[in-house]
């Protein structure tokens, strides 16, 4: 068995990770997959939540990604996100910000709110807050 597999994430505007790592995290769309080199190939809905990997440095590096497709090889990740973004690129009293705003939505709905787009602000929102905070508790 391998001790490394190729990481790939990319994003409609950016190919974000392309690396040898050892280790992956990644929210499916019904919880969290762990990833090891030699998995067992497998296509899955990406879920919106923090991600993370382990460089072949050993380093944990933090990424947020909110909904596409993550394909899984024995030897290769591939993650297409419609959104991602580095841990250490969030603002992450911005996401709070976008958090209240959604939820506010949801608690207060008035004509014309789009509730799963409301949904959805306050799940990517949650999971940039979630990248952020444990890539600075790391």
């Not at 958090?99 to 929102?125: C, H, K, M, W, Y």
């Amino acid at each position: 068995m391998p001790g490394t597999i190729l990481l790939e994430v990319s994003t409609p505007e950016r190919m974000m990770v392309q690396e040898e790592v050892t280790e992956v995290q990644v929210p499916g769309a019904t919880g969290y997959l762990g990833i090891l080199p030699g998995h067992s190939p497998l296509l899955s809905e990406l879920g919106c939540g923090p991600m993370w990997y382990i460089t072949t440095a050993g380093v944990k590096r933090y990424v947020s990604v909110c909904t596409g497709f993550i394909e899984v090889l024995p030897d290769r990740v591939r993650i297409l996100a419609d959104r991602s973004e580095y841990a250490e690129e969030i603002d992450i009293e911005r996401a709070r910000a976008a958090l209240e705003r959604a939820q506010r939505r949801l608690t207060n709905p008035s004509l014309g709110v789009d509730i799963s787009r409301a949904l959805f602000a306050a799940s990517r929102a949650q999971a940039r807050i979630d990248s952020a905070t444990q890539a600075r508790n790391a």
